[in-house]
């Protein structure tokens, strides 16, 4: 049973930053996704094994940065310039391969973020 679990959620102002931390699982890409209340869940970031290709949805291009600590089996979100919208329950996610692709085999439990205006 793989257990993955997020951390670092909480409530913040409009502008402000947050660094949300994941444990990794095997030699696999890692990605992030997120859940608004009433909204499906969307891909917000993804990186590979290595860390040396990431993606991102244009929605957080130049706020978001993913990367991953190897040693430490951590992956990290930092979101910066934080915005309302980014309010959502943030979710970790292990990739199927060791490159980012669409598919995810398993997930965290979610930590919430929150972004007052």
């Known amino acids: 049973q793989v257990q993955l679990v997020e951390s670092g959620g909480e409530s913040v102002q409009a502008g402000g930053s947050l660094r949300l931390s994941c444990g990794t699982f095997g030699i696999r890409a890692m990605g992030w996704f997120r859940q608004a209340p009433g909204k499906e869940r969307e891909f917000v970031a993804g990186i590979s094994w290595g860390g040396g290709s990431t993606n991102y949805a244009d929605s957080v291009k130049g706020r978001f940065a993913i990367s991953r600590d190897n040693a430490k089996n951590t992956v990290y979100l930092q979101m910066n310039s934080l915005k309302p919208e980014d309010t959502a329950v943030y979710y970790c996610?292990?990739?199927?391969?060791?490159?980012?692709?669409?598919?995810?085999?398993?997930w965290g439990q979610g930590t919430q973020v929150t972004v007052s205006s």
């Open positions: 996610a292990v990739g199927q391969s060791t490159r980012i692709t669409d598919n995810y085999d398993y």
